[in-house]
């Protein structure tokens, strides 16, 4: 199994992805794209679960999460059951550069860390904002590169932390994204990476027993799956934060009008 692969495959297995930014993140997303009680919402490469569960609990709209993951499609509707919110959302599996929706179908389309690993990101926001309403919403949320070149210790750690095959862009990069799309009144507001406080926010996103269980299945898979064991390994590795990680890596929020 080539390690790109493994990376979104043993993630799925256990029942965890992240974004960066955490909860906060999520919650300054759904502001700028003003979802409430009554939105309907899609959100693009949905994972475990994690976030069309928490927008459904604490805002009151409906999610349509997809993922090109089948295993994930089943962690986020376990997690949807557990929450009391399934009749709340819905989770089909799909490709973020096809989308199986009519045009104009959301009020708000999402992203969290996905349109970095597409090889066509102009593509893809198209057809993000082909499938929202007029007058609806776009938002990224996207790792980006606050100053190019980027050294070579700070691309292994966002490679490991981040993704194995992600390529972030720089700000104007993204922003003309949203605007060729055709996106209006966009908004960007960037952050650089606080490592200890990336690791707070995944424990906030998933709360203790999220995490026990987690961790139940990472212990249970490293003991069965060799793939698995030499996967962790290169984690390890790779994931020493730089000291300077804070000049040149970082992310962004990307949000536009349709």
């Given at each position: 199994m080539a390690h790109a692969e493994a990376f979104f495959d043993f993630a799925a297995e256990v029942g965890m992805t992240k974004h960066l930014g955490g909860v906060k993140a999520t919650d300054e997303i759904a502001e700028l794209c003003r979802i409430g009680e009554g939105s309907t919402v899609l959100d693009i490469g949905c994972g475990a679960g994690i976030t069309p569960v928490y927008l459904a609990k604490s805002r009151g709209c409906r999610v349509v999460g997809v993922d090109v993951v089948p295993r994930m499609i089943e962690r986020s509707r376990?997690?949807?059951?557990r929450a009391g919110v399934a009749d709340r959302t819905e989770f089909r599996v799909a490709d973020a550069q096809?989308?199986?929706f009519d045009d104009a179908k959301f009020d708000a389309v999402v992203t969290e860390s996905v349109t970095a690993f597409v090889e066509d990101k102009q593509g893809a926001v198209n057809e993000y904002t082909r499938v929202a309403r007029i007058g609806g919403y776009v938002g990224l949320n996207e790792s980006t590169w606050l100053r190019t070149p980027p050294p070579a210790d700070v691309v292994a750690w966002a490679s490991?932390?981040?993704?194995?095959?992600?390529?972030?862009?720089i700000r104007e990069e993204w922003e003309e994204l949203l605007i060729h799309a055709g996106l209006t009144d966009i908004t960007v507001r960037i952050q650089d990476i606080d490592a200890t406080a990336e690791a707070k926010g995944i424990l906030q996103r998933y709360g203790w027993l999220g995490m026990v269980r987690v961790f139940a299945r990472m212990l249970r898979l490293y003991a069965r799956n060799p793939t698995y064991r030499q996967f962790v390994q290169g984690v390890r590795q790779d994931g020493i934060v730089p000291d300077n990680l804070d000049?040149?890596?970082?992310?962004?929020?990307y949000v536009g009008r349709a």
């Open positions: 376990e997690r949807a059951r096809d989308l199986p490991q932390e981040v993704g194995t095959h992600v390529s972030p862009l000049q040149y890596f970082g992310y962004g929020l």
